[in-house]
């Protein structure tokens, strides 16, 4: 991938402003020995690939679709065409851009200062996850307080023992162990990312050992049901045991395992396969909408492939979500001129801002989803707060842009004024 990048915005300034300009001797000099292997980053330093922005910033808008209209807009989201839904993408996605940059950050300055940042980094995933949680919390209790159907809000949104107990409550939330509906990401998120340090240092090791070691864990997870608690012996809804083999082939992608794969992926005998089994995974689906379809699935083979478990990543899971990017990447080159539209500008840089744009979609997922339960709401209402919704984080989203240029623009003015002084006899 060469074409259509940019300067990374993923990391901070200070981490930019902390290695950005080092030349080979930097690299030379850090303590990834000649004697380990050295990976092949899939971007060279300072570039962005548009690419991973576009589709993370689809994958974020997708996931507010979802979750503000779960019944009627969702049919225009991938989740009832497939096995696999938006979460893939972003989790994907998360594990490709977190190894790419912290990979090289490690690589520059060395393994503990490359650690710090990761869990710095972790830090920030955690903090947000917080603040969301007390905004969350507060519409929930809001809507609770105006709404002649209050109970309904609370089941829905798995937040009943919130209300009976809200101080243990608070501790489980400190802990990752308490969430409401729609918040299951980002405590993902935040136990994937602390574990990057981990992956990083095997791949020093050898460049596949991170992903066979994975494939090992998670096959083990499947067999010994190994999984994470809840608040009321529940479980996540996402188990990290599982969904670590998304993310770190994300970063196995990033760390030169993407230019392997690329002859096979180009391939029709790759391609092809692909397209027949996503048109397969199309019809299953549609016989959970239209059960009068089930009769053409064979029993042995609704017994093979049933349950297909989101929970634990089910392998058909990964096997669409693969098929998915073998089918986009024929028809999204890294060089594609759609990629400099100002059309998809808005999709671009919602997924440069990541972090905040989902923090602010599940905010206003739910605060869109009780107006249109309060008002038993038509098509027409659904597609209005659907794309206001979409309308506000684009906006969002450019003014994190012009905010960074601006603040980018007076640092420089700083710096020469700097120089002015220094110069002054």
């Not at 520059?108 to 996850?129: D, K, N, P, S």
């Not at 829905?156 to 409550?169: H, I, L, Q």
């Not at 909408?289 to 990964?318: C, H, M, S």
């Amino acid at each position: 991938m060469t074409a259509g990048v940019e300067e990374s915005s993923w990391m901070s300034a200070a981490d930019r402003a902390a290695f950005e300009g080092k030349g080979a001797a930097v690299a030379q000099a850090a303590s990834w020995s000649p004697s380990v292997s050295t990976p092949t980053f899939a971007l060279a330093s300072g570039q962005r690939e548009l690419r991973l922005d576009l589709f993370r910033g689809l994958a974020l808008w997708l996931i507010y679709i979802d979750h503000v209209s779960p019944d009627l807009l969702t049919w225009l989201t991938i989740r009832n065409y497939g096995f696999s839904d938006a979460a893939e993408i972003f989790i994907f996605i998360s594990g490709f851009t977190a190894a790419l940059v912290y990979g090289r950050a490690t690589l520059e300055a060395g393994f503990l200062i490359g650690t710090a940042r990761m869990l710095r980094r972790v830090w920030q995933i955690y903090t947000a996850h917080l603040l969301l949680f007390l905004v969350l919390m507060a519409e929930i209790a809001y809507v609770v307080a105006v709404s002649e159907k209050p109970s309904f809000y609370i089941q829905e949104m798995e937040v009943a023992n919130f209300f009976k107990e809200p101080g243990p409550m608070m501790i489980q939330a400190l802990l990752l162990r308490f969430r409401p509906l729609n918040m299951d990401v980002l405590p993902l998120y935040v136990v994937l990312m602390a574990f990057l340090p981990l992956v990083l240092l095997l791949a020093r090791l050898h460049r596949d050992l991170p992903l066979a070691l994975s494939i090992v864990f998670y096959a083990l997870t499947i067999r010994l049901d190994l999984h994470l608690s809840t608040y009321g012996e529940g479980f996540w809804s996402f188990n990290p045991c599982a969904w670590q083999l998304l993310f770190v082939f994300g970063a196995w992608c990033a760390l030169g395992g993407g230019r392997r794969l690329s002859p096979i992926l180009d391939s029709p005998l790759v391609f092809w396969p692909a397209v027949v089994y996503l048109c397969a995974a199309f019809f299953v689906t549609l016989t959970w909408y239209f059960p009068q379809l089930e009769g053409f699935i064979p029993a042995w083979l609704a017994r093979l492939i049933y349950p297909i478990n989101k929970t634990d990543f089910d392998v058909l899971r990964f096997a669409h979500f693969l098929a998915l990017a073998v089918v986009t990447l024929r028809f999204v080159p890294s060089d594609w001129s759609g990629l400099r539209s100002h059309w998809l500008r808005p999709l671009i840089l919602c997924g440069q801002y990541s972090l905040q744009i989902f923090a602010l979609g599940v905010a206003l997922s739910f605060a869109g989803y009780a107006l249109l339960m309060e008002l038993d709401a038509g098509v027409v209402l659904h597609v209005i707060v659907g794309a206001t919704g979409i309308l506000i984080m684009s906006g969002i989203a450019r003014t994190f842009t012009w905010y960074k240029w601006a603040m980018t623009g007076r640092e420089r003015a700083k710096a020469v004024a700097t120089d002015l002084t220094a110069q002054t006899p």
